[in-house]
Nanobody, 120 residues
Framework: DVQLQAFGGGLVQAGGFLRLSCAASGFTSDVYTIGWFRQAPGKEREGVSCISSVDGSTYYADSVKGRFTTSIDNAKNTVYLQMNSLKPEDTAIYYC?????????????WGQGTQVTVSS
């Protein structure tokens, strides 16, 4: 079975930083993407970032560009989301999701979510 474990969330002051991790297991292909998504109370889920296992190419939402960086450790099947200069509007539950070719948010494999709270 494919499993994703997301962790690293917490409470941080505005301007601070956190690093989220998403450890994947059970996926038999070396070709995959892992996206980070977030959902704040009363808001729709938002795509935050995406990274490809093939070439490490990345995508970021405009709201996080220049502040968040995603990276991949293929040996550990782990994707990281380094979040710097955090803002209160970054407060949300963050989920990682694994798909084969795109970070569409429509795949079957999701981590359990980790809460990020940024205080002002």
């Amino acid at each position: 079975d494919v499993q994703l474990q997301a962790f690293g969330g917490g409470l941080v002051q505005a301007g601070g930083f956190l690093r989220l991790s998403c450890a994947a297991s059970g996926f038999t292909s070396d070709v995959y993407t892992i996206g980070w998504f977030r959902q704040a109370p009363g808001k729709e889920r938002e795509g935050v970032s995406c990274i490809s296992s093939v070439d490490g190419s990345t995508y970021y939402a405009d709201s996080v560009k220049g502040r968040f960086t995603t990276s991949i450790d293929n040996a550990k099947n782990t994707v990281y989301l380094q979040m710097n200069s955090l803002k209160p509007e970054d407060t949300a539950i963050y989920y990682c999701a694994l798909e084969q070719y795109l970070c569409s948010g429509g795949g079957d494999y999701w981590g359990q979510g980790t809460q990020v709270t940024v205080s002002s």
